[in-house]
C-alpha cells in the first residue's frame, strides 16, 4: 500500500507505512512535514522527525538537527521555516520575499523565517541519543549542545518580554498551535481584514479543505504581525510598546523548562556544567505556576500580555506543563484531572482520540486544524507527560488510542476527533516519526 492512504494493522506492517512516509519526505539533509503542502524545513517538525529517525535511522536524525541549527540566526533564535533555495518562488506561502531576512544583520546564508517554534530540540537530541547511545551520536550532542545552548538564551535574554522569567510568543504560529481557540482573544485585538487576503494567493487552501484550514482573516492577521515583526527589523526591544501579539503560552514554556532538564542531562553526557541547567529550570517551573496556572480551572493557561489576561479557553495547551518534572503533584495532579474530564477524555480505554480543544465548547469544530482534531505531537507530549508523573495505565490507553488512528487511517496530518478520519496531509512526518516512537 502506497506510504499514507491505508490502515495495515500489524506492527511490522505500520512500521513500514511509517519509514517509507519518512523516507519518501527526505530531502538531501532534513525531511518536509508535507511534500504537498509543507514543503521546507519545520523547526518543531525536525525535532519530532528526529525522534522517529532514531529509530529506524539514527545518522538521518542527527541530520535533521544539524541542518535546522545550521540555519540558527547569530542571537540564537532557530528559525520556525529554513526554505530550501532550490523550489521555485511561490511553492510555499509566505515565502522569502515576505519575511525578507537576507538583509538583516547576524541571519544565515540560506533564507528563513524570523519567528520561533516551541524548543522541543534538547529533549528530542536527548531522547535520540538514548536510542542509540553509540560514539555517532555522542559526537553529534557534543555539537548540537552550544546551539541548544545558544537557543535557549535567545529566548531567556530577548523573549522575557515581561520581565518574569517567561518567554512571550510574537505570533500564533510560533505556538505552533496556529488557529487555537487560545488565540483567539489576543488576535481580535489585531487590524486587518479578510479582503487584504485577496492580493495575496494562499497554497495551503489548493492542497487542503478550506474549510479545515484558519480562515482568509486569520491569515490577514498573520500576515499584519508578520509585517509588524519584520519592519521592526527582528528585533525584540521594546515589543511591548506596540507589537500586535504578545501572549506567554503554557506549551511553548514546559517545552522551553523541558529543555533546560534535557539540557542539564547532556551537559554532563559531553562533559559540561548541569548546574545552571537545573537552576534555570526550577526557575522556569516556578514562573509558569506563578504566571500562567489558574487555579479555579484546574489548568494553565496563556496570559495575554496586552491586557495582563489569562486567556480562558480550555485547550491541549494547558496540558503541556505535565512535561516539567518539577512541577508539584498538586498541579500535575489537576492536569491529570482535566485530561481525564469529558473535555479530554484521556483514559485507559479511551472511547476516541484526544483533542486538541476542550470537545464540550460550544465553538469546538471537529475539521478545523488546531481548533478540535487530533493530531499526534500534542498526544505524544501528553502521553509524555503522564509517563513522567507516574500515570503508566493513561498512558498506555493515549499510545492506544493514537496507534489506533494511524492503523485505521495512515500518517495523515490530524484525525477527525469523533470518528478518526484522516484529515490534511496525508503522508505527514511527525505522524510517521512519532508513531515509530510509539511503538518502540
Ligand atoms: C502553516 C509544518 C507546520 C507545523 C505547525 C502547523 C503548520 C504552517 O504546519 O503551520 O502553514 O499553517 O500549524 O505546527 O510546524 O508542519
Request: glycine share 8%; charged share 20%.
Amino acid at each position: 500500500e502506497a506510504a499514507g492512504t491505508g490502515g495495515p494493522a500489524d506492527p511490522a506492517g505500520l512500521r513500514r507505512l511509517a519509514v517509507d512516509t519518512l523516507d519518501a519526505n527526505w530531502e538531501h539533509d532534513h525531511t518536509v512535514p508535507s511534500r504537498t503542502l509543507y514543503p521546507h524545513q519545520w523547526s518543531w517538525d525536525s525535532a519530532f522527525i528526529a525522534i522517529g529517525l532514531a529509530h529506524v535511522r539514527p545518522d538521518r536524525a542527527w541530520r535533521e538537527l544539524a541542518s535546522l541549527f545550521r540555519a540558527q540566526w547569530a542571537d540564537g533564535r532557530v528559525p520556525h521555516i529554513v526554505f530550501n533555495p532550490a523550489l521555485r518562488v511561490g511553492a510555499y506561502f509566505p515565502g522569502p520575499e515576505m519575511w525578507g531576512t537576507a538583509d538583516v544583520p547576524g541571519t544565515p546564508a540560506v533564507a528563513t523565517s524570523g519567528l520561533v517554534q516551541p524548543p522541543v530540540h534538547a529533549l528530542a537530541a536527548l531522547l535520540a541519543y538514548r536510542r542509540a547511545p553509540d560514539t555517532t551520536g555522542l559526537a553529534a550532542l557534543r555539537r548540537l549542545y552550544p546551539a541548544l545552548v545558544a537557543q535557549q538564551r535567545y529566548l531567556a535574554d530577548r523573549r522575557d518580554v515581561a520581565g518574569d522569567g517567561l518567554v512571550c510568543i510574537v505570533h500564533p504560529w510560533e505556538s505552533g498551535l496556529d488557529n487555537s481557540p487560545a488565540w483567539d482573544d489576543p488576535m481580535a485585538a489585531v487590524p486587518a481584514e479578510a479582503a487584504v487576503m485577496s492580493a495575496y494567493r494562499r497554497h495551503d487552501t489548493t492542497h487542503a479543505d478550506a474549510a479545515h484550514r484558519p480562515t482568509d482573516l486569520d491569515y490577514a492577521r498573520y500576515l499584519a504581525i508578520v509585517a509588524a515583526y519584520r519592519d521592526h527589523g527582528y528585533s525584540d526591544r521594546e515589543l511591548s510598546a506596540g507589537h500586535p501579539f504578545l501572549v506567554e503560552c503554557p506549551l511553548f514554556n514546559a517545552a522551553f523548562g523541558a529543555a533546560e532538564h534535557a539540557l542539564a542531562e547532556i551537559a554532563t553526557l559531553v562533559g559540561g556544567d548541569p548546574g545552571p541547567h537545573r537552576d534555570r529550570a526550577a526557575r522556569i517551573t516556578e514562573a509558569l505556576l506563578r504566571r500562567l496556572y489558574a487555579p479555579n480551572a484546574g489548568t494553565f493557561q496563556p496570559r495575554d500580555l496586552r491586557t495582563d489576561r489569562l486567556v480562558s479557553a480550555r485547550t491541549v495547551l494547558g496540558l503541556a506543563p505535565l512535561i516539567l518534572p518539577d512541577l508539584p503533584t498538586r498541579q500535575a495532579d489537576a492536569l491529570v484531572v482535566e485530561a481525564r474530564s469529558a473535555r479530554f477524555g484521556v483514559a485507559r480505554r479511551m472511547d476516541r482520540p484526544l483533542p486538541t480543544y476542550d470537545r464540550t465548547a460550544p465553538d469546538f469544530e471537529p475539521l478545523r486544524y488546531w481548533r478540535g482534531p487530533s493530531w499526534l505531537n500534542t498526544g505524544w507530549l501528553v502521553r509524555h507527560g503522564l509517563l513522567t508523573h507516574g500515570h503508566p495505565d493513561l498512558a498506555a490507553g493515549l499510545r492506544r488510542s493514537m496507534i489506533g488512528l494511524v492503523t485505521q487511517a495512515g500518517c495523515h496530518e490530524y484525525f477527525h476527533p469523533d470518528t478518526g478520519a484522516g484529515l490534511g496531509s496525508p503522508a505527514f512526518s511527525w505522524t510517521a516519526a512519532l508513531l515509530l516512537d510509539l511503538l518502540a
